[in-house]
């Protein structure tokens, strides 16, 4: 005959069931919470260094495509090179300044914009054209007056394209910075003291600095204006050698 077992040991077998249910329970628990205890803080600070390397590169992007501001004032050399007769036109002659970047007709690029609309990435090549009464694209450029500089002449058997040739440091001049020859208005003024020639020429052809490069030099060194000499174009033919009438 089999004994039964006493009430108090089921009691206690019940008991010690719980307790090592609550342990295994306990010990299950433990290791993803002290995990998660730890991970937060690094979490928190992975999350700050993004943060503030995104608030960096924002400010580094917003300043560069904030120049030139309200309160730069710019200058750039310019000249139009044409391959056909090897040799640099007139500068425009207009004077008409509607956003603050123009001309003096000294072969020089000023540029200190009145409006936001043409500061930082909106100050453009197009933006001086317009005020030169001008216009450039891959199909030539727009003098005063009508007549034009198209591209597809011939020059010394090649087939001429327009182009622009910028030179970040005028004074350093050597090889150029850029060629451009698409998007010729879109063209963003970067820094002072660039040099630009827009060309009528053939691709690869040898393009000069402008020959306004020696104004630029007395901008800086505090002329500016009409005070200052245009460049010598002495037989160089100009937008009035096209039938051109200048204001």
Request: with cysteine; hydrophobic share 40%.
């Amino acid at each position: 005959m089999s004994l039964k077992p006493l009430p108090y040991e089921d009691m206690g077998k019940a008991s010690s069931a719980k307790k090592i249910a609550r342990a295994e329970k306990a010990l299950s628990s433990s290791g993803p919470s002290d995990r998660r205890q730890l991970g937060y803080p690094a979490a928190v600070a992975l999350v700050v260094i993004l943060g503030l390397s995104l608030v960096v590169f924002a400010r580094a992007t917003r300043d560069a495509e904030a120049s030139p501001t309200l309160q730069d004032h710019w200058h750039a050399a310019y000249g139009v090179w044409d391959c056909v007769t090897e040799s640099f036109l007139t500068p425009f002659q207009s004077e008409f300044d509607p956003e603050g970047i123009h001309s003096h007709q000294d072969g020089l690029i000023h540029i200190h914009p009145f409006t936001s609309s043409v500061t930082g990435k909106e100050a453009k090549l197009g933006v001086f054209f317009n005020a030169m009464g001008a216009a450039l694209s891959e199909n030539g450029l727009e003098l005063p007056g009508g007549a034009a500089l198209e591209s597809g002449v011939e020059c010394n058997g090649e087939k001429a394209i327009m182009q622009v040739i910028r030179w970040d440091d005028a004074f350093v001049g050597g090889e150029p910075t850029n060629v451009f020859i698409d998007n010729l208005e879109d063209i963003r003024f970067l820094n002072d003291k660039e040099a630009y020639t827009i060309a009528r020429a053939p691709a690869g052809s040898d393009i000069p600095l402008p020959n306004s490069i020696k104004n630029l030099e007395g901008v800086l060194g505090g002329r500016s204006g009409p005070g200052i000499e245009p460049p010598n174009t002495t037989n160089v033919p100009g937008p009035q050698d096209f039938g051109v009438e200048l204001d």
